[in-house]
C-alpha cells in the first residue's frame, strides 16, 4: 500500500475536464513538501507532467495543471482527449525513518 | 539531450543477484543532478529503489536498503544497480532516472531510460 493515496481510476468523456487526487500526511505533502506528477503511457517509462506542484516542463500542453492544499495535490486534465488516456503517478518526499522518494499507486485515465 | 539506456540480463533464477547497468549520454554524472533507479513490476505502479550523488550520498528504499549495492563509474558515465537474493517478487520492469534535487528537500525525476524486464524464475 502506498504511502500517498490516489484513486485507482478516473473516466470522462472527451473534452470533459477530470481531477486525480494525491492524498498523504504530516510527513510528506503536508510538511510542505512539493509534489510531482508523471503520465506513464501503455509500455513506456514514465514521463514528467508537472514539477514542483504546478510547474509544466516545455512541451506538456497547458491543459494539464497542478495543485496542492494541506495534504492533498491533485492533477486536473481539461479538454480531456482520447491520447490523455494513461496512468498517472504522484511523486513526493518523505521525512519519516528513511521514507526519502514515495510515489502514489497511480491512477487510470480512461477517455469514454 | 539527455538519454539513459539500462542494460542486463533479463532472466534471473531466485536466490541469485540481479545486476543492471544504467549508460548516460547528454550529460554527465558528475553534473549537479541526482541519479537513480525505479521499479515496476507487471501490471503494478512505480517503486523506487535507490537515488544517489556523484559524491558518494546515496538514500536507499528502506525496504531494499539490505539487499541493494549502487555503484558508480563517472569516467564511462556508468551507473550499476545490484540487487541480491532475489525472489519472484523482484520481477519488474526497472528504470534508471535522473534527479532533479529541490531547494527545500526532495526529487524529482525527469529523464528516465526505457526500462528493461527483469524476470526472476528458474
Known amino acids: 500500500q502506498s504511502v500517498l493515496t490516489q484513486p485507482p481510476s478516473v473516466s470522462g468523456a472527451p473534452g470533459q475536464r477530470v481531477t486525480i487526487s494525491c492524498t498523504g500526511t504530516s510527513s510528506n505533502i503536508g510538511a510542505g513538501y512539493d509534489v510531482h506528477w508523471y503520465q506513464q503511457l501503455p509500455g513506456t517509462a514514465p514521463k514528467l507532467l508537472i514539477y514542483?506542484?504546478?510547474n509544466r516542463p516545455s512541451g506538456v500542453p497547458d491543459r494539464f495543471s497542478g495543485s496542492k492544499s494541506g495534504t492533498s495535490a491533485s492533477l486536473a486534465i481539461t479538454g480531456l482527449q482520447a491520447e490523455d488516456e494513461a496512468d498517472y503517478y504522484c511523486l513526493s518526499y518523505d521525512s519519516s525513518l528513511g521514507g526519502y522518494v514515495i510515489f502514489g499507486g497511480g491512477t487510470k485515465v480512461t477517455v469514454l | 539531450q539527455v538519454q539513459l539506456q539500462e542494460s542486463g540480463p533479463g532472466l534471473v533464477k531466485p536466490s541469485e543477484t540481479l545486476s543492471l547497468t544504467c549508460t548516460v549520454s547528454g550529460d554527465s554524472i558528475s553534473s549537479g543532478y541526482y541519479w537513480g533507479w525505479i521499479r515496476q513490476p507487471p501490471g503494478k505502479g512505480l517503486e523506487w529503489i535507490a537515488i544517489f550523488y556523484h559524491s558518494g550520498t546515496t538514500y536507499y528504499n528502506p525496504s531494499l536498503k539490505s539487499r541493494v549495492t549502487i555503484s558508480v563509474d563517472t569516467s564511462t558515465k556508468q551507473f550499476s544497480l545490484r540487487l541480491t537474493s532475489v525472489t519472484a517478487a523482484d520481477t519488474a520492469v526497472y528504470y534508471c532516472?535522473?534527479?532533479?534535487?529541490?531547494?527545500?528537500?526532495?526529487?524529482?525525476?525527469?529523464?528516465w531510460g526505457q526500462g528493461t524486464l527483469v524476470t526472476v524464475s528458474s
Open positions: 514542483g506542484n504546478n
Open positions: 532516472a535522473r534527479a532533479s534535487s529541490l531547494a527545500v528537500a526532495g526529487y524529482y525525476f525527469d529523464y
